[in-house]
């Protein structure tokens, strides 16, 4: 995790709970990160749970790793470091969407197990639902889907430190959510999903 750099801050507890708002809109704030390859799926599932999960009354907000890259962490590269600090950034405001009450949908390669993991702990030390959703895609697929062009740019050298090309992906070991891209419908993959969501008393199941 960063380093604390600033000193004489204090923590300022408010008056209004993570009850409070979970009272107020119906249902409690978690993050479901999304994590798999590029052109796994990991965007389209979330754009459609979000409209579902609208549907159902229930407020979500999509964290997308390339609308974040142009925003917030717009100063980051693609080298391990930058990897690293650009999920422990968008980590931490997920948390803060999440504690608002809001499903926080945060899409993003993320392909070291050790940042997924530093977020997960930020979750739980806060008593924050932290789902781990791996859209599980072989490189073929993924590659042969090709949304943007990347794989393409990758494979003729014009894109560096490429995730499945020339830098690593490391699969969860233990998701709480498990879909496989390549092999069901956008529809299941949504229900899979809303499952976990009402199992965990997140939503109304």
Known sequence: MAEQ???????HEGDITRDHRAKLLGHRGATIWFTGLSGSGKSTVAVELEGVLNERGVLAYRL???NVRMG???NLGFS?????????????????FADSGIIALSSFISPYVADRDAVRELH????IDFIEVFVDCSLEAAEGRDPKGLYKKARAG??????????PYEAPPSAEVHLHSD???LNEEVAQILKQLGDRGIIAA
């Open 158 to 167: 014009e894109i560096k430190n490429f995730t499945g090309i020339d830098d």
């Open 5 to 11: 750099k600033a000193t004489n801050v204090h923590w």
């Open 80 to 96: 391990a470091e930058d990897r690293t600090e650009n999920i422990r950034r968008i980590g931490e405001v997920a948390k803060l």
């Open 124 to 127: 739980a030390a806060a008593g």
């Open 183 to 185: 092999k069901q419908t």
């Open 72 to 74: 917030i962490n717009k």
């Open 64 to 66: 997308d790793g390339d």
